[in-house]
């Protein structure tokens, strides 16, 4: 008697995304043939991980079986949940169908019974996992660098340059037939693919010319080292995003059914890391103050962002709008909303936080604070919101970096645009003979008990904060910032961005003309060279 039981195709094809929401399942179908579709089948669906080192047996994180299975089609529903019932990490799991079937011919007498199965993916081709040179396991795709038009203009970049390392392994010794990788964004949808013939292999000895490069396999594992051009345009956010490899093989004449089977899929993530700018909305200031009156905080805000964005920073979704978990450049917000970007709520708050890799703040500030300012009727400010490091106890307005629940150890690089961010001398004392009783009296603040001192002592691996008076509309400012973020992108340590800024002419021409009165003054903290690339985050 003769059996043909086989799977023709599965959907999803590759792998079931789990996108993390409870109570929600995904729909795996498994579509088969038979000679006889009556003979009941048992159906066993095994979802592994696709982050895994693979190089050992797969673990599986769930497995489900049906029994008594008839037709040509059935539907696993995974509710997202591992063998232990508990709910499993969102990514992308790859999965296994395999079928047992007891065929009966009752023609025959006694009855003949003939034992059958059948499974969906390759018996012979597998996705490994590459090594480094210190024999660990590569799980990320390597940043290798942006498509550079003019440098000065981090808008004609059209493509963002990833790596992507793995072995392929034939145990009969035969290239696979065809391939694709698939990028899935955050939200864990697949936004674009690429047919992996195409792509060129960086392996020494292997070339462009030969389109098949990354579909070699042989029987101990050839390494491979895919160059992918991402559009720029897809990736807009920050968060994981995944290149999943989709390869089938060229084994035809070894199953039964004549079909080339697809081995497990394999991912490689690539974690986009946050920023967040906060300004303030400065239109209620009058900004005409002859030539040394530059920009507004916005344009300010306007030329970090586009140089971090240019270096692989990225907001997270929704973009400025911190009260639905979102950053980005990110206008007046409040005090409460705004230390979600610093990953801390507000106690009795719910919302969602981000975790941002770098943390700029263009705004109004002293020595110990951080001074949340919003536009009110009139165009009038409204005061009173802070993040200091002397405000005790706090209020629903006022926050305390030293708090014990703020923990920065995430934050790659803070700078803190405002006055006395990193101290100042005194002004206006009352016992000095030019006393104004009409001017404030600002005490001094050492650079040690500083609020960028303090964003340091939290964990920053990195600090950027401005002694005494900062005029963030003023032309010598405008100057610095500019200069500062354009150094940074070309990759200076941050001591030597700042030390390039202030040496350049324009500087310094407009010290010579206004004899150096407030001069802008940064002053570095912590760490150096830490933007570039855009790598760090936990």
Known sequence: MATNLAITYCVPEGVAPWKGEEGTTVPITVNLEDNDPNDAMTLTLTLYATNADNRGPWTGVRTMIQENVTGTQYTFYWDGKNNSGAYVEPWTYTFEVDITQTDINYNENPALQVADSTEYRSKYLDIL??????????????????????????????????????????????????????????DLEQIYTWDVASLECLIEGHTAHDHHDGLHANSTGIMHELLVPVPVSLMQYAGDYRFVLHI??????????????????LNAREAIFGYAIIYTDDSWRNLTGGDKQGASDEARADEAKD???????????????????????????????GIRTLKRLAPGDTGKVSKNAIWVWYGHASGHTLGFVQKGENNQPIWGQRISNNVNPETDKDFNINNAAFNLNHVLFAYLAGCSTAGTREHNN????????????????STDNSIANSFLNKGVKAVVGFYDHTFLTRKDYEYFNEGFWLSVRWEFGVRRAISETMKDKKMRAFKRKYKGKHPVNPIPFGADKVLMPARYGN
Do not use: C, Q
């Open 129 to 186: 996992r590459s090594r480094d040179a210190f024999n660990n396991p590569i799980y990320e795709a390597e940043y290798a660098g942006y498509d550079e038009g003019d440098p000065n203009d981090p808008n004609d970049d059209s493509y963002l340059y990833y790596i992507r390392f793995y072995d392929l392994k034939d145990t009969l010794d035969v290239d696979a037939s065809e391939g694709e990788l698939w990028l899935y964004d955050p």
């Open 248 to 265: 089938k093989d060229d084994h035809l004449d070894k199953y039964r059914d004549h079909r080339k089977r697809w081995a497990r899929d």
């Open 307 to 337: 140089m971090l964005e240019s270096m692989g920073y990225r907001g997270w979704k929704p973009i400025g709008n911190p009260a639905g978990g979102g950053s980005g450049k990110i206008k007046s917000t409040t005090s409460r909303l």
């Open 430 to 445: 009352p016992n000095s003979p030019g006393y104004d009783p009409n001017v404030p009296h600002i005490p001094e603040t």
